[in-house]
């Protein structure tokens, strides 16, 4: 248990960390659970106070129009990405609003970078990973088209490739038929020769 000696300095502490006084102190205070995170209202993404929204909004048309979503999902997966682009670049202006010293360029506080670097990288992984399964996406859906396509085109070409076989299958019989009479033609013939040259022997 505590003293009544640490009890007392505990008490004095507290009155000393009373939190921020000043306006621009509790403005700040009251983002800070912000800074780093999602900020939704009415379910769309928003920026915060210092942030330029027209400029997070030009984001996506960018992404919307360089990925040309096809479907619901990729329309997700690209308004995924923005967030996370959009939160990869605040880690890298909260560091350089909070990390350096403006006039040597040094770092100022180590405790903070290492945490926006984490939010950086954090960010930058979600995107890459939304950015990996779109483009699965759609290879995946496109070579489900072109397995459809492939399945219409063979479905299409199947009466012609059953004719072909047919007549396949009618010049085969025909070459047969035709190999059977020359044969009997070349036995008749045979058998023809070999009267006459009885008959020419028994005339001598």
Same mark, same amino acid.
């Given at each position: 248990?505590?003293?009544? /000696?640490?009890?007392?300095?505990?008490?004095?502490?507290?009155?000393?960390? *009373? !939190?921020?006084?000043?306006? =621009?102190? @509790?403005? &700040?205070?009251?983002?800070?659970?912000?800074?780093?995170?999602?900020r939704?209202?009415?379910?769309?993404?928003?920026?915060?106070?210092?942030?330029?929204?027209?400029?997070?909004?030009h984001?996506?048309?960018?992404l919307?129009e360089?990925?040309?979503?096809?479907?619901?999902?990729?329309?997700?997966?690209?308004?995924?990405?923005?967030?996370?682009?959009w939160?990869?670049d605040? /880690?890298?202006?909260?560091?350089?609003?909070?990390?350096?010293?403006?006039? *040597? !360029?040094?770092?100022?506080? =180590?405790? @903070?970078? &290492?945490?926006?670097?984490?939010?950086?990288?954090?960010?930058d992984?979600?995107?890459?990973?939304?950015?990996?399964?779109?483009?699965?996406?759609?290879?995946?859906?496109?070579?489900?088209?072109?397995?459809?396509?492939?399945?219409?085109?063979?479905?299409?070409?199947?009466?012609?490739?059953?004719?072909?076989?047919?007549?396949?299958i009618?010049?085969?019989?025909?070459?047969?038929?035709?190999?059977?009479r020359?044969?009997?033609?070349?036995?008749?013939?045979?058998?023809?020769?070999?009267?006459?040259?009885?008959?020419?022997k028994?005339a001598?």
């Open positions: 248990m505590s003293t009544q /000696a640490q009890i007392i300095a505990n008490q004095a502490n507290a009155q000393k960390s *009373t !939190g921020p006084t000043t306006a =621009e102190g @509790k403005a &700040a205070s009251s983002q800070n659970r912000l800074n780093h995170g999602l939704y209202t009415a379910g769309h993404f928003q920026v915060l106070p210092w942030e330029d929204q027209h400029e997070y909004h984001l996506i048309m960018d919307l360089e990925y040309a979503p096809q479907t619901p999902s990729e329309h997700l997966l690209v308004h995924n990405m923005s967030q996370s682009q939160l990869r605040r /880690a890298l202006r909260l560091q350089e609003r909070w990390c350096f010293d403006p006039e *040597t !360029g040094e770092i100022s506080d =180590e405790k @903070k970078f &290492a945490l926006y670097q984490r939010y950086f990288v954090t960010h992984r979600a995107f890459q990973k939304c950015l990996a399964t779109l483009l699965k996406q759609r290879k995946d859906r496109q070579n489900m088209e072109i397995g459809f396509e492939r399945e219409k085109r063979n479905q299409s070409m199947q009466p012609l490739r059953e004719m072909h076989k047919e007549m396949e009618t010049m085969l019989q025909i070459k047969e038929s035709e190999a059977a020359q044969k009997l033609r070349e036995e008749f013939a045979g058998t023809q020769a070999e009267g006459d040259l009885t008959g020419q028994a001598a």
